[in-house]
């Protein structure tokens, strides 16, 4: 990296978004400084970098503000040839990552729901977020028509969709605890579960994960605030 290089990275830290962020940045070996920001009181550097959308996360290289996660992470690959290429080559594949890792959107909009609604409405977000992730199953299959590959072979070759992938279901054993349910099963979507297995065991997203006990405190709170205003 240039020595000039100074980068920002402005996020929160329980937001999925901003991990698939850090996630690459760690993944590519690229030093940066973290600004956690208060979403219920947004900075006004946040507010000057991000006046569209006002969202977390935002990158600052070098002064210049990057904002929406996708776009930032494609930035990112492209800027520092460091560590796994994120977006392959091949223009058809490089379509088929940008695609799911899109889709992904919309597994995490039908999660959320199902952390913060009950009854009738949580059962619907269940089905869909149900039906999204076996539809996903589907995309991983043409990815990867011979199965996930080795973690060493795999921390070589991590995409976009990979870091998208884990930042939304890094935290599954807290989803389960929380929530009494499984989001990804291993037999119904044994492909998504081994791909987060095999993710799980490389050392810079192992190490940048959420904690168990932090991801467990923060859905016990998303879901208490949920039965409140549903009683209130
Ligand atoms: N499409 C955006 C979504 C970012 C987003 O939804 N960020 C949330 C945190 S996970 C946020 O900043 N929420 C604050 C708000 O909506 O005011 C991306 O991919 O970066």
Not at 42 to 70: C, D, M, Q, Y
Not at 119 to 133: D, T
């Amino acid at each position: 990296m240039a020595e000039q290089d100074k980068v920002i990275l402005h996020g929160m830290w329980a937001s999925p978004l901003t991990k698939r962020v850090e996630f690459a940045l760690k993944v590519k070996g690229i030093p940066y400084e973290y600004v956690e920001e208060d979403l219920s009181n947004k900075s006004p550097l946040l507010l000057k970098f991000n006046p569209v959308h006002k969202k977390v996360p935002v990158l600052v290289h070098n002064g210049k503000a990057i904002a929406e996660s996708l776009v930032i992470i494609e930035y990112i690959d492209e800027t520092w040839k460091t560590g796994p290429q994120l977006l392959p080559e091949d223009p058809y594949k490089r379509s088929q990552i940008r695609f799911w890792a899109g889709y992904m959107q919309q597994v995490f909009e039908a999660m959320l729901l199902v952390v913060k609604t009950i009854g009738e409405a949580q059962e619907k977000a269940i089905k869909e977020v149900s039906e999204k992730v076996k539809l996903l199953e589907t995309g991983l299959k043409g990815l990867f028509p011979d199965g996930i590959p080795s973690v060493d072979e795999y921390s070589k070759n991590v995409t976009l969709l990979d870091l998208v992938i884990f930042a939304h279901f890094g935290g599954y054993e807290a989803q389960e605890e929380v929530l009494g349910l499984k989001f990804v099963d291993s037999e119904k979507t044994p492909l998504v579960v081994s791909c987060i297995t095999a993710l799980i065991e490389i050392p810079a997203l192992k190490e940048s994960r959420i904690p168990h006990e932090k991801t467990v405190a923060f859905l016990k709170f998303l879901r208490e605030n949920a039965l409140k205003s549903a009683t209130a």
